[in-house]
Nanobody, 125 residues
Framework: QVQLVESGGGLVQPGGSLTLSCAAS????????IGWFRQAPGKEREAVAC????????HYADSVKGRFTISRDNAKNMVYLQMNSLKPEDTAVYSC??????????????????WGQGTQVTVSS
């Protein structure tokens, strides 16, 4: 059973930074494409970033490109989302997810099979 757990959320001022972590039990994350997603109140869940298992290639939503960075630490079996220059509109519950079928990641919710519970990120002064 693959279980994902996110951590690192919190309250940060606009312009600040946070790093989210995605840890796994029952799985070696380097074998899975991993995506980060977010859902703001009253809005649909959206893809933020993903990293492939084949070649560690990455993709980002236009809204976070240049501000967020997704990365892996295979020795720690972790995936991170470094978030810089945060804006109030980045406020959401952030979740990580793993794709069990393919090796190249996509920014599409339907491609992911295992999900964490999420961590709250609030950007406010």
């Amino acid at each position: 059973q693959v279980q994902l757990v996110e951590s690192g959320g919190g309250l940060v001022q606009p312009g600040g930074s946070l790093t989210l972590s995605c840890a796994a039990s029952g799985a070696t994350l380097e074998h899975y494409p991993i995506g980060w997603f977010r859902q703001a109140p009253g809005k649909e869940r959206e893809a933020v970033a993903c990293i492939s298992s084949r070649d560690d290639s990455t993709h980002y939503a236009d809204s976070v490109k240049g501000r967020f960075t997704i990365s892996r630490d295979n020795a720690k079996n972790m995936v991170y989302l470094q978030m810089n220059s945060l804006k109030p509109e980045d406020t959401a519950v952030y979740s990580c997810a793993a794709d069990k079928e393919f090796s190249l990641c996509v920014l599409w919710i339907g491609a992911y099979h295992y999900w964490g519970q999420g961590t709250q990120v609030t950007v406010s002064s």
